[in-house]
C-alpha cells in the first residue's frame, strides 16, 4: 500500500527570493498536511549526506555547495499516496520541463536551482523526515 508521507525542501534559491508562502499555499490548497515545518542553514556536510546517493553524478558537488548556500525550508506532507502526489505537483527535475501548475515551473530557475525538493519513495521518504525531524517535532 502507498505510504501516506513526504517530506519536501524550499531550496535556497527559491526561499531567499520570498517564494516560500507561495509554494506552501500551493501545497496546502492541493489537501496536503503538514505534520512537521522548520527552517534551517545546512552544512555542507549534513548537505552531502542528504545527497548522498548523487556522490558518483558530475553535479554533486554543484549541489551540495548550493544546498549549503543558505536558508532552507523543511517539511512533512501528509497526503495518501504522499509521494506520487507530491512528484506530479512538483513537476520535472529541469523546470524547462514542467508542466503549467507545477511548483517548479512556476518558481525553478535551472536544473540544480529547481525550487523545492521532493522524496522519490515511500522508504526515502522516511529516511528523510527522519534525518531532518525528531519525533517530538511531528504532529
Ligand atoms: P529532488 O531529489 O531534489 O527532488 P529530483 O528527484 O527531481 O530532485 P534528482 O535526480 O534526485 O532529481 O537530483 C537531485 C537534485 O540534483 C535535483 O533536484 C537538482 O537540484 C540537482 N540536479 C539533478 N540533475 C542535475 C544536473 N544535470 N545538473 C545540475 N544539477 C542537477
Ligand atoms: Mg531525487
Known amino acids: 500500500m502507498a505510504g501516506n508521507i513526504t ?3 524550499i531550496k535556497p534559491e527559491a526561499y ?3 517564494h516560500a508562502g507561495k509554494i506552501l ?3 496546502l490548497s492541493k489537501g496536503f498536511r503538514l505534520s512537521a515545518i522548520k527552517i534551517l542553514n545546512l552544512t555542507s556536510k549534513q548537505a552531502g549526506k542528504f545527497y548522498e546517493v548523487h556522490r558518483e553524478r558530475p553535479f554533486y558537488g554543484e549541489l551540495v555547495g548550493f ?3 543558505g536558508t532552507i525550508l523543511a517539511a512533512i506532507l501528509e497526503k495518501e499516496n504522499a509521494v506520487e502526489e507530491y512528484r ?5 527535475t529541469n523546470p524547462a520541463n514542467a508542466d503549467e501548475g507545477t ?6 530557475q535551472s536544473i540544480q536551482m529547481n525550487a523545492v525538493h521532493g522524496s522519490d519513495s515511500d522508504e526515502n521518504a522516511a529516511i528523510e523526515a527522519s534525518f531532518f525531524f525528531s519525533e517530538l517535532e511531528r504532529c
Request: proline share 0%.
Open 103 to 108: 511548483i517548479r515551473k512556476a518558481f525553478g
Open 7 to 9: 517530506f519536501t525542501m
Open 16 to 18: 531567499q527570493n520570498g
Open 25 to 27: 499555499d500551493m501545497i
Open 67 to 69: 544546498m549549503s548556500s
Open 88 to 92: 506530479k505537483l512538483i513537476g520535472s
